[in-house]
């Protein structure tokens, strides 16, 4: 009896980081129309740091922006912020922070975890109750892994755990990348921000690559079953 075929995962999405926001006008202004260019997920607010009353001011501006185009908004750390401005949930950099905002976050807010180095820390966080594990941004020094070893790290997640795996792409040819190598989320940021022919283009580039990616992926797992 014919083994019955596996469905293909679901096309990875995109999961938009800003830029450092100090003075959110500028993103209140455009973000409603960029966000209608893609099929964005989430959006990753990263706050200028400053004081708490203004810190929170500026979740409470952007989070109905974000959350009315059906994206969720999370801020990078800032978990103590986080309910009162009326975010989704938060990013943390690494296992440790995680852990100390859990019991803030869970279980109404997201939860997601960077700064896995590591597969044992990445299988810490899946297991500590991280709602996605990222793999792939730039450390404290700047410093990645090389696309191969993202991607790598990304399929060897994709095939074994459940919670969602994010590619941090650097480059629309990472996108793509990452998108054949199972990720469930492509982050991009600075790609998407310091394009010439402006954000919109770039965000629609990025959704072409990650469409490009899930198709070389699903062929190349419709080959396997056939063999």
């Known amino acids: 009896m014919a083994s019955k075929p596996v469905p293909p995962p679901p096309m990875p999405r995109l999961y938009l980081a800003t830029p450092v926001v100090d003075d959110p006008s500028s993103l209140v202004a455009n973000l409603p129309a960029l966000l209608e260019k893609a099929d964005v997920a989430a959006v990753l607010v990263r706050l ?80 500590a109750g991280a709602d996605y594990v990222l793999f792939g941004e730039p450390d404290t020094k700047g410093q990645r892994p090389s696309t191969d070893a993202i991607a790598e790290r990304l399929q060897w997640w994709a095939e074994l ?28 940021g600075d790609v998407i921000w310091n394009d010439a022919r402006g954000a919109a283009a770039a965000l629609m580039d990025a959704e072409k690559a990650i469409q490009q990616g899930y198709a070389a992926l699903v062929s190349g797992q419709s080959k396997v079953e056939q063999e």
């Open 48 to 127: 200028a740091t400053t004081d708490q009353r203004t810190m929170i001011t500026r979740i409470k501006t952007l989070a109905p922006v974000i959350q009315i185009s059906g994206a969720a908004m999370l801020v990078e750390g800032n978990v103590e912020l986080v309910a009162r401005g009326g975010a989704d949930g938060a990013h943390l950099p690494g296992l440790a922070p995680l852990q100390d905002a859990l019991p803030s976050l869970k279980p109404d807010r997201i939860a997601g975890c960077g700064g896995l180095s590591t597969r044992h820390n990445a299988m810490a966080a899946g297991e």
């Open 161 to 188: 755990f459940e919670p969602p795996c994010v590619g941090f792409a650097a480059t629309l040819d990472e996108a793509k990348e990452f998108a054949a190598a199972g990720a469930d989320f492509v982050l991009v």
